[in-house]
Each structure stands twice: as structure tokens, then as C-alpha cells.
């Protein structure tokens, strides 16, 4: 496919390559959408196992974003950066600092954040070169507290729906992934009385998990397996696909991770098995919803606040999933559709700024 065929596929407005030699900084900045605003989302590390593979992912990351901004009610746009290499080789304060030169000659257009394999410290590098960067140590910091929070909402919302009540005593839940935010759903998890399987590559945290939530740990692949009420996916994306929806002995599909769908059709073949599935770009939008905050003047009980709201956006896709007889998955977009359809009708207005 031709590169411009695969800005049109992700609806993208601009994609932006970034070299340098000194650092060996090779990253990508997708724009997609600055209808609502200017366009957010965070950078991520990845050892790509090509370019191509880098160019996708970052350009249905920051589709992913213009969805999950717009629904969470936001007005900004969409965008998403990765930065190609291994994380534990490539990391520089120089590296963050070049990176961060190149975001400040966008202008504006974009604003960047932590995500996959950055932190905090990597950010306030960043913040060194340009001011369009949130998220950072005495401000909004870590947003996963919060994005933890938001998915532990959505599932609520969505054991309310199929089991008629929010009471998660004695459910089971299927955790894929032990990062920064699935170690903190599992706590909440456990305090409101759940019962955990868990897993994630690295053993040392899934025997924490053991240890201080009395999880059950299984293997990488026999998460699928597990016979449960959520299964939530916390890791990488495109784990429901063809080979692993039909594993799934779940009612309800409800995580953090991003782009949990490897194409549309997972949403169908879900809701065909009938198993309720929360978009992840609308249950793991506290992330987004925290940094939102830091841009306005940060308050963490205002940031809370609105997270906690995850709960009514998920009824409200599940009421336009059943009333126009469509996947969730179509509900959440067309509702992220409807907004900037709205909000973009007012910028026929002109201002001069």
C-alpha cells in the first residue's frame, strides 16, 4: 500500500517523520484529527519489527485518540507518536531533547505525553524544548492512577448491564497484562471483592499480584481460556482476533489496553457470541481525561470526577449499541463521530487568533 493510501485508510491530516544522527531519534508523529482542538496523544518506544509496522501503529493510535477524546467530551484532537528502538538501548536525555525540538516546530499542532516505555523523567526532557507536553512530575504526573479508576468505572457499568447490578463481590475477572494501570485495576479488582486471574510476561510482577491480591496466575495463552466473567486485556493491542475470540469464556470484555480489536469484525463476532465489549478507546480514557486536566489547571479531585463519568458514556453506547442493533465498538464511534461532526460545524465561524 502507498503511504498516501494509508493517510486515507486512518483518516490522518499529516504524518511527520523525525531523524536524527546524533541521538539516532527515529520517530513518527501521526496527526489525525484537529477538528475539536489541537491534536493529543502520547509517545511511545517500540522495537518495530519494521517501519511499516511503526507507520501503522501510529497512525491507528492516533485514530484511536480523536475517538477517545471526542467521546470522553474533550475538545481536542488526535494524535499519537512512537519511537522506533529498543527502549532499554536508545533512551537519552539528547534523544528526548531532539524529540522535543521537533514537537515545538509543529507549532502548537501537537502536544505529546507519556506512554509505552516513557516515564515522567523522560517528559520533563521533552518539556525542556517545547511547552506542548503534559503530564509531567508536579502537575497532572503519572496518569495511570486514573486510567485504572476510569476501566474499573466502565467494567461496573458493564456488570450493571449483563448481571444487573455494579457489584463486582464474587465476579471473575481475566487480567492480561501487569503494567502501570492493570496492576492498579487489580487492586481496585480485589478490594471491591473480585477474584483474579492474572498474567504478564514478567514473573516477578505477577507473583506480586499473587502475593498481595491472592491472584491466580496462568500462562500467556491460557488467559484466554479462562473461564470468567471480564476478561480484561491491560497489555498490547489486536488480542481479539480470529484465533483468540473464540477462546474466550467471558460476558463481558472490558481493559485498558489500546486497539484491543484486530479489525472491526472482532466487534461483531463478540457481539455475536454474546459477549458485551467496551470500546477501549472510551473505558480507558481517564489516561487522556488527567493530562485534559493538567491544560486547564490541574485539580486530581476534577480529574476524578470526570473519569468517574466512564460509567454513564459506556450506558449510553450500550443503549446506542441495542437501539440501532450494532456493535459497541460502532456505538462508541459514531457517538465520537456525532461530537466532532457537531463542534466542527461551529468553526465555520471565523476568529482571528
Same mark, same amino acid.
Request: charged share 25%; net charge negative.
Given at each position: 500500500? &502507498?503511504?498516501?493510501?494509508? !493517510?486515507?485508510?486512518?483518516?490522518?491530516?499529516?504524518? %511527520?517523520?523525525? @531523524?536524527?544522527?546524533?541521538?539516532?531519534?527515529?520517530?513518527?508523529?501521526?496527526?489525525?484529527?484537529?477538528?475539536? #482542538?489541537?491534536? $493529543?496523544?502520547?509517545?511511545?518506544?517500540?522495537? +518495530?519489527?519494521?517501519?511499516?509496522? /511503526? %507507520?501503522?501503529?501510529a497512525l491507528r493510535l492516533a485514530r484511536g485518540m480523536t475517538?477517545?477524546?471526542? /467521546?470522553?467530551?474533550?475538545?481536542?484532537?488526535?494524535? =499519537?507518536?512512537?519511537?522506533?528502538?529498543?527502549?532499554?538501548?536508545?533512551?537519552?536525555?539528547?534523544?528526548?531533547?531532539? *524529540?522535543? @525540538? +521537533?514537537?515545538?516546530?509543529?507549532?502548537?499542532?501537537?502536544?505529546?505525553?507519556?506512554?509505552?516505555?516513557?516515564?515522567?523523567?523522560?517528559?520533563?526532557?521533552?518539556?525542556?524544548?517545547?511547552? *506542548?507536553?503534559?503530564?509531567?512530575?508536579? =502537575?497532572?504526573?503519572?496518569?495511570?492512577?486514573?486510567?485504572?479508576? #476510569?476501566?474499573? @468505572?466502565?467494567?461496573?457499568?458493564?456488570?450493571?448491564?449483563?448481571?444487573?447490578?455494579?457489584?463486582?463481590? #464474587?465476579?471473575?475477572?481475566?487480567?492480561?497484562?501487569?503494567?502501570?494501570?492493570?496492576?492498579?485495576?487489580?487492586?481496585?479488582?480485589?478490594?471491591?471483592?473480585?477474584? $483474579?486471574?492474572?498474567?504478564?510476561?514478567?514473573?516477578?510482577?505477577?507473583?506480586?499480584?499473587?502475593? &498481595?491480591?491472592?491472584?491466580?496466575?496462568?500462562?500467556?495463552?491460557?488467559? +484466554?481460556?479462562?473461564?470468567?466473567? %471480564?476478561?480484561?486485556?491491560?497489555?498490547?493491542?489486536?488480542?481479539?482476533?480470529?484465533?483468540?475470540? &473464540?477462546? !474466550?469464556?467471558?460476558?463481558?470484555?472490558?481493559?485498558?489496553?489500546?486497539?484491543?480489536?484486530?479489525?472491526?469484525?472482532?466487534?461483531?463476532? !463478540?457481539?455475536?457470541?454474546?459477549?458485551?465489549?467496551?470500546?477501549?478507546?472510551?473505558?480507558?480514557?481517564?489516561?487522556?481525561?488527567?493530562?485534559?486536566?493538567?491544560?486547564?489547571? +490541574?485539580?486530581?479531585?476534577?480529574?476524578?470526577?470526570?473519569?468517574?463519568?466512564?460509567?454513564?458514556?459506556? =450506558?449510553?453506547? %450500550?443503549?446506542?449499541?441495542?437501539?440501532?442493533?450494532?456493535?459497541?465498538?460502532?456505538? /462508541?464511534?459514531?457517538?465520537?463521530?456525532?461530537?466532532?461532526?457537531?463542534?466542527?460545524?461551529?468553526?465555520?465561524?471565523?476568529?482571528?487568533?
Amino acid at each position: 500500500m &502507498e503511504l498516501f493510501d494509508y !493517510l486515507e485508510k486512518y483518516d490522518c491530516e499529516q504524518l %511527520i517523520f523525525c @531523524r536524527d544522527a546524533n541521538t539516532g531519534l527515529k520517530a513518527i508523529i501521526s496527526i489525525n484529527d484537529t477538528t475539536l #482542538g489541537p491534536a $493529543l496523544g502520547g509517545t511511545r518506544i517500540w522495537d +518495530y519489527e519494521s517501519e511499516e509496522d /511503526a %507507520i501503522i501503529d501510529a497512525l491507528r493510535l492516533a485514530r484511536g485518540m480523536t475517538y477517545k477524546n471526542a /467521546a470522553a467530551g474533550l475538545n481536542i484532537g488526535g494524535g =499519537k507518536a512512537v519511537i522506533i528502538g529498543d527502549a532499554g538501548k536508545i533512551k537519552s536525555e539528547e534523544l528526548f531533547r531532539v *524529540f522535543g @525540538r +521537533y514537537i515545538e516546530g509543529l507549532g502548537g499542532r501537537y502536544i505529546t505525553a507519556e506512554d509505552v516505555n516513557t516515564t515522567t523523567q523522560d517528559m520533563a526532557y521533552v518539556n525542556d524544548e517545547t511547552d *506542548f507536553v503534559v503530564g509531567l512530575e508536579g =502537575k497532572s504526573g503519572d496518569p495511570s492512577p486514573v486510567t485504572a479508576f #476510569g476501566v474499573f @468505572r466502565g467494567i461496573q457499568a458493564a456488570v450493571d448491564e449483563v448481571y444487573g447490578s455494579d457489584d463486582l463481590t #464474587g465476579k471473575v475477572v481475566a487480567v492480561q497484562g501487569l503494567g502501570a494501570v492493570g496492576y492498579k485495576l487489580c487492586k481496585r479488582l480485589y478490594e471491591a471483592g473480585a477474584k $483474579l486471574y492474572v498474567t504478564d510476561i514478567k514473573k516477578e510482577i505477577i507473583e506480586m499480584a499473587v502475593e &498481595e491480591f491472592d491472584a491466580t496466575p496462568v500462562t500467556p495463552d491460557e488467559i +484466554y481460556n479462562v473461564d470468567c466473567d %471480564i476478561f480484561a486485556p491491560c497489555a498490547m493491542g489486536a488480542i481479539i482476533n480470529d484465533f483468540t475470540v &473464540e477462546k !474466550l469464556k467471558c460476558k463481558i470484555v472490558a481493559g485498558s489496553a489500546n486497539n484491543q480489536l484486530a479489525e472491526e469484525k472482532h466487534g461483531e463476532m !463478540l457481539m455475536e457470541k454474546g459477549i458485551l465489549y467496551i470500546p477501549d478507546f472510551v473505558i480507558n480514557s481517564g489516561g487522556v481525561i488527567n493530562v485534559y486536566e493538567e491544560m486547564k489547571g +490541574y485539580n486530581k479531585e476534577r480529574a476524578m470526577a470526570r473519569a468517574s463519568t466512564i460509567y454513564e458514556s459506556v =450506558k449510553k453506547i %450500550i443503549v446506542i449499541s441495542k437501539e440501532q442493533n450494532i456493535s459497541t465498538n460502532k456505538a /462508541a464511534e459514531r457517538m465520537a463521530e456525532e461530537r466532532i461532526e457537531k463542534i466542527g460545524k461551529t468553526k465555520t465561524i471565523y476568529l482571528n487568533k
